[in-house]
């Protein structure tokens, strides 16, 4: 991945930032904490660039998971409460006719697969962004 990538530049960033603080804290006189701290803010700073740089926050590798975990429950939980209610005439009564455009009867198989082709391009389209 990206972030993969950037391991060995960030590498030698941080290798020749270490030299850099070093340095100035030999001149102006820091104390070892002073220049840790230089060292972890710039650091992050760099960091922070090379990110911004390449597009590649580590928060969107799991920004995925966390919006495809609760819309697969909340399907999920849907789709078994339709299925447990429909046991009822009334419910299975509302399936048959509560459909739109090419599918009119919920109760029916889809025989133009329009929705299960629909469905799957969707969730490749989510997958690969």
């Not at 941080?14 to 070892?32: D, F, I, N, P």
């Not at 230089?38 to 597009?55: A, G, P, W």
Request: a positive charge.
């Amino acid at each position: 991945s990206q972030l993969e990538n950037l391991q060995p530049e960030i590498k030698q960033l941080a290798e020749r930032l270490r030299y850099e603080v070093s340095v100035r804290g030999k001149q102006v006189g820091w104390s070892e904490k002073v220049a840790r701290l230089h060292f972890k803010k710039n650091l992050r700073r760099i960091v922070t660039e090379l990110y911004v740089r390449d597009n590649c926050h580590p928060f969107k590798a799991t920004l995925l998971a966390w919006v495809q975990i609760p819309m697969w429950v909340c399907v999920s939980l849907a789709l078994r409460n339709c299925s447990v209610g429909a046991t009822s005439s009334e419910v299975q009564e509302q399936f048959s006719s509560g459909g739109a455009l090419w599918f009119p009867d919920l109760t029916a198989p889809d025989s133009t697969w329009i929705l299960p082709v629909s469905l799957g391009l969707v969730n490749l389209l989510i997958v690969e962004v």
